[in-house]
């Protein structure tokens, strides 16, 4: 809808409105649905500037992409010139369409610097959520140094004082962090050259009381695997816009005439009643717009990986044995993780040879592979294309394929080299070690690894390629995946370093992190649910004694953990107990029954105090729900209160089971003995709550409730 150069897009819940009267377009409004009665004249009206003291009359506006050229004081997002020249952007818009009620097209020229702008802005009618793209082009035979172009920019209105986003650490991800009004800049960048442990490219801008259930917030997250900075910039005007882009190594992006640069896509959302809800509407984008077809609605198997049961020591029949057990609890998918390709023994060699060991599996791999068949699983592998070790065939044939810095002494990390994936005859190479994989063997699933940062980016020719090397990756995985139609791709990157809105247009399910301690999964896994869903999120048992804390967990905590995720097995389950056997059998047999509700709900996150930890999922029709509730350290008080849920329908009766872990009961008659199969209604469960057995540490309860 259109008037007077402003234009509005409206979904269920959200609105926004770009106005385009001054010639820059500028985000007027982006929140929570706007009445019919309000007009976009009403807002103008309403945001009637005056000039502040010792300022200009009028300030530059926060435009999609704020110019310098009309006097932007500030992180502007948008930083170009030719030899010093042509900085002074004032990019104007000479066109504005909706080619359908939810998307604007703009366009914008700046003749004087001789670039133009093109921007998307697509606001998705059921899941609320905003798609946003900047794309430049340089009109001039002169080319054109691009030093930044981020995704449009969204003012943060002021009552948003307060941001929630993520840091981290390799077996320690999403871990989020809070911090409260600031002046200037807050800035999250990397340049990991991946997506980053410890910089996810996403936040949340909210006010002082926000939470799961209340409050208003926006979250945005860049679709990028590269280099990214995400900033939210106080102005000393006390305005304050929040922009996401990529962050570009010296001189790494250079536009000859005509040629176009297109900026990651910014995700966005806009909530008034907390957190949960925004996480709802971010995951019904994704399963909407960034689930491959081929995969929506599909209830993902569980997988058994051999990792942690087996590391770089492979043979036939010792696998043949894991594969035997990973069957008997109840595995569908046999990943052959690291170690199966020559020289493999440890991680210092072997890394871009990608034929099978003819010492370990003499026989090829058909002997597993049938075999896992016969057991009904389908068969997957690891695999880390990007990569290379000094130690192999391929670096000795192909030295110079690697990226690097002429004249800089070689940083390896993890003993290994990342190739340079803008030469296309490395690309070809790894395509058709690939696809000869997969034509030889009936591989349905790759595990697709990135195991280093990328510090020193150059390629052939010195110049730095941290862009070009992730559209590589993207291409090289479309590549292969339109070839074997029916493969699905993991994306790991020693954990969920490579977890992000981009990489998931090409992947299908992300490896969460490297740790398996259930205890420290809870909190990745809550982090992890803000922006993804549970069907994406890899969710393993470990071995009882972790291998990255050393800390012992009892097999339903481990187990009770993983059943909210997409679900797998990584230890040695022949090493197990016969009980810790049966228990993990249960648990799975358990997933199973729920998957279709954990892979399609709605997730619900419970606020609770410092030693527990709960959330849950709910149906879409809100007639079925699967919550759990976990005492993570010793509780203050020698009784627990009642945990109250949230997301049911207030005014149905649901039945309640507590289905995890299984006959579990409490040293003196507790509710653990009254309640299951009795009906109670969702208001008493949502205002009043459950009264909570006493329960040691390290204990986790899965709660069913089914309307009746
Ligand atoms: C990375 C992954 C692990 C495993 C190893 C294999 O660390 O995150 O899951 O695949 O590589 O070397």
Redesign the pocket.
């Known amino acids: 809808m259109s008037s007077n150069s402003v234009y509005s897009l409206h979904s269920s819940n959200a609105s926004l409105v770009v106005d385009c009267t001054s010639g820059a377009p500028v985000v007027l409004y982006w929140g929570g649905r706007l009445d019919n009665a309000t007009t976009p004249e009403m807002l103008r009206l309403l945001s009637t500037p005056q000039e502040a003291q010792a300022s200009v009359a009028n300030e530059a506006p926060i435009a999609l992409s704020p110019a310098l050229g009309i006097g932007f004081h500030g992180d502007a997002g948008l930083r170009v010139h030719r030899n010093g020249r042509d900085w002074g952007v004032n990019p104007v818009v000479s066109s504005c369409t909706q080619p359908d009620d939810q998307t604007l097209e703009i366009q914008c020229i700046d003749p004087a610097c001789q670039i133009e702008l093109h921007y998307r802005l697509s606001l998705d009618a059921d899941s609320d959520t905003l798609s946003a793209q900047t794309c430049l082009k340089n009109l001039s035979s002169a080319p054109l140094q691009v030093d930044r172009c981020d995704a449009p920019a969204l003012p943060i209105a002021n009552h948003l004082s307060h941001i929630t986003a993520f840091k981290g650490r390799w077996a320690h991800e999403f871990q989020t962090e809070t911090v409260g009004p600031f002046h200037g800049s807050f800035v999250r960048e990397t340049q990991a050259g991946r997506t980053s442990h410890d910089n996810f490219p996403g936040l949340i801008v909210h006010d002082r009381l926000f939470g799961e259930h209340r409050g208003e917030g926006i979250a945005l997250t860049l679709g990028w695997s590269g280099n990214h900075r995400m900033s939210v910039t106080r102005l000393i005007s006390g305005r304050a816009l929040a922009q996401l882009g990529e962050v570009f190594y010296p001189g790494e992006l250079q536009l000859g005439e005509q040629e176009t640069y297109e900026s990651p896509v910014l995700y966005s959302s806009v909530t008034d009643s907390g957190q949960t809800p925004l996480s709802q509407r971010l995951h019904r984008f994704v399963r909407s717009h960034l689930t491959d077809e081929r995969m929506r609605g599909k209830l993902k198997p569980i997988h058994f990986?051999t990792?942690e049961a087996m590391y770089f020591d492979l043979d036939t029949p010792r696998l043949c044995a894991l594969a035997d057990a990973a069957a008997s609890v109840g595995a569908e998918r046999f990943v052959l993780?690291?170690g199966w390709f020559p020289s493999r023994h440890d991680?210092t060699a072997g890394l871009g040879d990608w034929t099978v060991d003819a010492q370990k599996f003499p026989r090829g791999l058909r002997p597993l592979i049938d075999h896992v068949h016969e057991l009904g699983m389908e068969f997957g592998l690891?695999v880390?294309p990007e990569m290379v070790n000094p130690d192999s065939q391929l670096f000795r044939d192909h030295p110079d394929w690697v990226l690097s810095v002429e004249g800089a002494p070689t940083v390896l990390a993890r003993n290994q080299l990342v190739l340079d994936l803008t030469r296309p005859e490395v690309c070809d190479y790894l395509y058709a070690h690939i696809d000869a994989l997969l034509q030889e063997y009936p591989i349905t699933y790759l595990?697709w690894?990135m195991?280093r940062d990328l510090h020193q980016p150059g390629d052939q020719h010195g110049r730095a390629a941290v862009h070009r090397q992730v559209l590589a990756v993207y291409a090289l995985m479309d590549r292969i995946r339109m070839a074997h139609p029916k493969l699905e791709i993991e994306s790991?990157?020693?954990?969920g370093a490579r977890a992000d809105y981009g990489v998931l247009a090409h992947t299908d399910r992300i490896?969460t992190s490297?740790s398996n301690d259930a205890l420290d999964r809870l909190r990745i896994q809550r982090g992890c649910s803000m922006f993804f869903p549970p069907e994406y999120m890899g969710a393993h048992v470990g071995p009882r004694e972790c291998h990255i804390t050393g800390r012992t967990l009892s097999m339903a905590l481990r187990a009770g953990v993983a059943i909210m995720g997409d679900m797998g097995i990584e230890a040695n389950i022949n090493e197990m107990s016969q009980d810790d056997r049966e228990v993990l059998a249960a648990a799975i047999a358990l997933h199973k029954q729920h998957r279709e509700l954990i892979f399609t709900g709605d997730v619900v996150r419970l606020e609770t105090q410092d030693f527990e930890m709960a959330h849950g999922v709910v149906a879409g029709d809100r007639g079925e729900a699967l919550f759990s509730y976990a005492v993570v350290a010793t509780p203050p008080h020698s009784a627990p209160g009642r945990l109250r849920l949230h997301g049911l329908d207030a005014d149905r009766l649901y039945e309640v089971n507590i289905v995890w872990p299984e006959g579990i009961r409490s040293h003196t008659p507790s509710i653990l003995d009254v309640i299951n199969g009795q009906h109670v209604s969702g208001d008493s469960l949502m205002r009043f709550g459950l009264q909570l057995p006493i329960l040691k540490p390290e204990t986790l309860l899965l709660l069913h409730l089914q309307v009746r």
């Open positions: 990986n990792w993780d690291d991680d690891w880390e595990k690894d195991n790991c990157s020693s954990g490896w490297d």
